[in-house]
C-alpha cells in the first residue's frame, strides 16, 4: 500500500510554497493548511504502525496462499488426487447406506461423522472417528466410488506440502489462538490499506495518479511503484483481508449458528438421550431433497457432531447453479424415523461465512480466475517488500 513516510513525497506542497515545475498555487488560509497538515500526520502515523506491525505476517500468509490458490492443480501434477475408474455414462448411484456400510468395513470400530460429496461426482468423503463426538483432529477420511461402493483410498490428508501451507496460513499451527491473531493481522492490514487511501488521494487529485518521479534517488523510485501498485490491488487486497478475517472467526460462527438457530429448530428434542444407532441415512438425503427441488446435497453430518444435534442428521443443501452453488441450507431429518424435521436459511453471519470462502482463495471461477488471484497475490507481495524496504531505507538515512 502506500509507503508509510509520506512526507517523503509532500502530497500537497506546504502553503505558499508550489511544487517544482508545478503552476502556482493559491495560498491556503493558514487554518486550513495547519488542519489538513495534521490530518495527514495522523494518518502517516496510523499507516506506518499498522503496516510494520502485520507487514511480516501478510507476507507469510501471501506466500503460503500462492500455492493453496493452486492446490487442485498441484495435487493432480504431483498424484495426490484420487480419480474414481472410468465407467459408462449414466451409471446409477449406489445406496448412500452401501456407501457408509463399505467406509466402516475399511475401519472397523470407528463410526461415521460426516459424508461428503467431493467436486468430482463420482467419489464420496467419509470423515471417520473413535466416536460421535470425537474432535476434528481425530478424523480420518476414506473415499468411496458413489457408484460402486468400493473404497478408494485412504488419503493422507494431513501430511504433504499442501497440509504444511495450509496449517502456517490458517493457524500457524497454533489452533483458534492462532487463527484469531492472523485474523488480527487482517484487521490491521485493512487499516494499513484504508490508511493508504487517505494518504494517496491528495497526491492524486493534483494530477500526480500514477507517476513514477525519475531522476531522483531510488528510495523515491520504489516509494512512487509502490504507491501504483497498491492502488492498483486495492480492491482485491480489501477484499481477500476482510474475506480472511471471517474465515478466521469460522468457529465462533459456527458455535452461534449453534446456540441460535440450531437450538430453536431442536427445542422439542431438549432433555431427550442421543440417537445412539441412527436410521437409514439414504432415507434423510432422501426427505431433505425432496423438500427443496433445485437443491443438491453437499454433506450429511451425523447425529452428535458439532453441526447437528443429537436426535438429527443434518443434511446441508446446496443450489445446483454457480450463483447458489456456494450457498448452504440445513435440513434437519430425526435420525431415528427419517422424517423432515426443520428446514431453514442459515442467518446473515453464516452467509457471510459462506461467501467469504471461495473469495478469499478466488476457487469459484475456474482456472483463469485462480491465474489471476495468483498475480495479484504476487504483486501484493511486492507491495508489502516495497513498504518495508523504504521504512528501513529512512531509518537508515535518518541515522546517517
Request: hydrophobic share 50%.
Amino acid at each position: 500500500m502506500s509507503d508509510p513516510i509520506p512526507s517523503a513525497f509532500r502530497p500537497v506542497p506546504p502553503a505558499s510554497v508550489a511544487a517544482p515545475g508545478a503552476a502556482p498555487m493559491a495560498e491556503a488560509p493558514p487554518r486550513r493548511a495547519g488542519a489538513a497538515r495534521n490530518s495527514l500526520r495522523t494518518w502517516s502515523r496510523i499507516h506506518t504502525w499498522s503496516s510494520l506491525i502485520c507487514t511480516l505476517f501478510l507476507l507469510l500468509l501471501c506466500l503460503t496462499g500462492l500455492p493453496l490458490i493452486f492446490h487442485e492443480e498441484i495435487n493432480h501434477l504431483t498424484g495426490a488426487e484420487v480419480e474414481a475408474p472410468p465407467m459408462p455414462p449414466g451409471t446409477p448411484r449406489a445406496d448412500l447406506d452401501a456407501v457408509v456400510a463399505a467406509a466402516m468395513a475399511r475401519r472397523p470400530g470407528e463410526v461415521v461423522q460426516y459424508l461428503i460429496w467431493e467436486e468430482d461426482p463420482d467419489i464420496l468423503r467419509l470423515s471417520m472417528a473413535p466416536s460421535p463426538t470425537a474432535p476434528a483432529d481425530q478424523l480420518t477420511g476414506v473415499l468411496v466410488d458413489a457408484r460402486t461402493a468400493q473404497v478408494l483410498a485412504e488419503p493422507r490428508d494431513r501430511e504433504g506440502f499442501i497440509y504444511w501451507m495450509f496449517r502456517l496460513h490458517a493457524d500457524l499451527f497454533l489452533g483458534i489462538p492462532g487463527k484469531l491473531f492472523l485474523g488480527a493481522m487482517g484487521i490491521l492490514f485493512v487499516l494499513a490499506i484504508v490508511s493508504g487511501i487517505m494518504l494517496y488521494a491528495p497526491f492524486a487529485r493534483h494530477g500526480r495518479f500514477g507517476t513514477v518521479r525519475s531522476g531522483r534517488s531510488a528510495r523515491l523510485r520504489w516509494l512512487d511503484l509502490h504507491n501504483i501498485l497498491g492502488v492498483v490491488t486495492l480492491s482485491w487486497a480489501l477484499v481477500v483481508g476482510a474475506t480472511g478475517v471471517v474465515n478466521t472467526l469460522a468457529e465462533q460462527v459456527i458455535a452461534l449458528w449453534r446456540f441460535d438457530q440450531l437450538a430453536e429448530m431442536v427445542a422439542p428434542w431438549k432433555g431427550q438421550p442421543p440417537t445412539e444407532a441412527p436410521g437409514s441415512v439414504q432415507t434423510a438425503v432422501r426427505a431433505a431433497t425432496a423438500a427443496a427441488p433445485g437443491r443438491e446435497p453437499f454433506f450429511v453430518a451425523w447425529p452428535q457432531t458439532p453441526l447437528s444435534s443429537a436426535h438429527h442428521y443434518a443434511v446441508f443443501l446446496r443450489g445446483d447453479r454457480p450463483a447458489t452453488h456456494r450457498l448452504l441450507t440445513p435440513a434437519l431429518v430425526d435420525a431415528a424415523t427419517g422424517q423432515l424435521t426443520a428446514m431453514r436459511a442459515p442467518p446473515w453471519y453464516v452467509q457471510v461465512l459462506l461467501l467469504s470462502q471461495p473469495l478469499h482463495f478466488g476457487d469459484y471461477g475456474g482456472l483463469p480466475l485462480k491465474i489471476a488471484w495468483g498475480v495479484l497475490d504476487l504483486v501484493t507481495i511486492i507491495v508489502l517488500g516495497s513498504g518495508l524496504w523504504l521504512w528501513l531505507r529512512r531509518r537508515r538515512e535518518a541515522r546517517a
